[in-house]
């Protein structure tokens, strides 16, 4: 059964609304836990728009199942991953005026800062995982710059609305996860998976682990965060 890792980014943008201390992404890491999650997702980006540089170094000392940090490949963020240590580095791509990460990182064009950071981490003994869209091409090259992990971008597929466009992304998603885990890459994807979304992926065995944040953290606002991942966790085991 593939894994989820619950993104709490959003408890953060919450509690960055009133610039207070509440609600606490920390205690929600706690909670995405007990409720059965396999890992609990930061994304650290530049600007500091929702997680902060002190969530994520108490979520090191409290998460018990394992921290995903994600991070742009800047060397600010790859000397704060070398000092947290996280259980997996996920390196995005990242803008500053994007609501929330675009796409894939490509590695036709960044193909080197990606391959520096990656050794870097490894060194580290850090394993590196790198989020691209589901591209044949992305694959090869994350398996040629010695990634751990790819996660397979699966916003296209999440937010099309035509049935047409949505069986072509989906036909990418699959041909992209047999061919990284063919090359022994471990397998994640994410992002825009919903709870009705994440029922297409039955029998895709390829993929080891889910990252879900926003439809998560939307249905723990009305139901409770325990509910919310339980929920989830209870459709990923259907698949
Ligand atoms: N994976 C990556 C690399 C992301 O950047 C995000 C969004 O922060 C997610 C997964 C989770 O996406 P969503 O919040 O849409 O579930």
Redesign the pocket.
Known sequence: MPGLAV?V??VATLREARKINIPDPVTAGAIVELAGADGV?V?LREDRRHIRDRDVRLLRETVKTKLIL?VAATSEMVTFALEIKPDLV?L?PEKREEL??EGGLDLHVHRDVVSDAVQELQKAEIPVSI?VDPDLDQIKHAHKINANFI?I???TF?EADRQKDRSEAFEKIVNSAKLAHKLKLGV?A?????YQTIKAFKGLSEIDEF???????ARAVLVGLDRAVREMIALIKEL
């Open positions: 993104n980014d959003h997702v994304h994600e996920t995005v929330t990460t989020f996660e971008h699966t916003g999440c994640n994410g992002h825009g998976l919903g990252s879900i944040g926003h439809s998560i953290i």
